[in-house]
């Protein structure tokens, strides 16, 4: 099995940052497995780093920036849609992320606060059929003034998402 690596591209297409899976589990199945994430800015300093570990029941990601934690995503059990929570570092809960009933294709994982208003969405877009069909694409909108650890996590959340629920 080969290691992920993930663009992060600004509105624009430039270059933002890159995130290379330098560790984890990879002998069990890609939904279950383990992983470790690095997140680099342009002048290639790891300034995110993402930890999935391998656990029994609920799932959950561990997000840091520059070595200081900044909260956890957790996967909460839903009978249809798939329901994410951001926890601040504090553990308290910051944002949901609630995605579609069938998530193939293109579809919304829609970003909410404790108020339950939409501020944002993790959009899977459609790459077509091409070449690089196994290339995902996902679009993140999120407030411009969303606290940075929660901005680094919702980048979690987005590749969290990714093994989830399109990884094969």
């Known amino acids: 099995m080969s290691k992920n690596e993930y663009l992060v591209l600004s509105q624009g297409g430039e270059p933002l940052l890159t995130a290379r899976e330098t560790g984890g589990v990879s002998l069990l ?8 994430i690095a997140v680099y800015n342009t002048n290639n300093e790891k300034v995110i780093e993402l930890v999935r ?4 029941g609920a799932d959950k990601l561990r997000v840091a920036v520059r070595g200081h934690a900044v909260g956890v995503v957790r996967r ?3 009978l249809l849609k798939p329901l994410l929570v951001l926890h601040d570092a504090g553990g308290k809960p910051a944002l949901r992320v609630k995605g579609p009933a069938l998530t193939e294709g293109q579809c919304d994982f829609n970003i909410l606060n404790p108020r339950k208003q939409n501020v944002g969405v993790i959009r ?20 411009v003034d969303l606290d940075l650890g929660l901005k680094a996590a919702l980048i979690g959340t987005c590749i969290l998402i990714d093994f989830l629920y399109f990884e094969s």
Do not use: H, L, M
């Open 124 to 143: 899977k877009r459609w790459g077509g059929v091409s070449p690089a069909a196994d290339e995902d694409k996902y679009q993140v909108s999120f407030p």
């Open 53 to 56: 570990p391998y656990t029994v």
């Open 76 to 78: 909460e059990p839903t």
């Open 29 to 36: 199945a890609s939904k279950v497995r383990s992983f470790e």
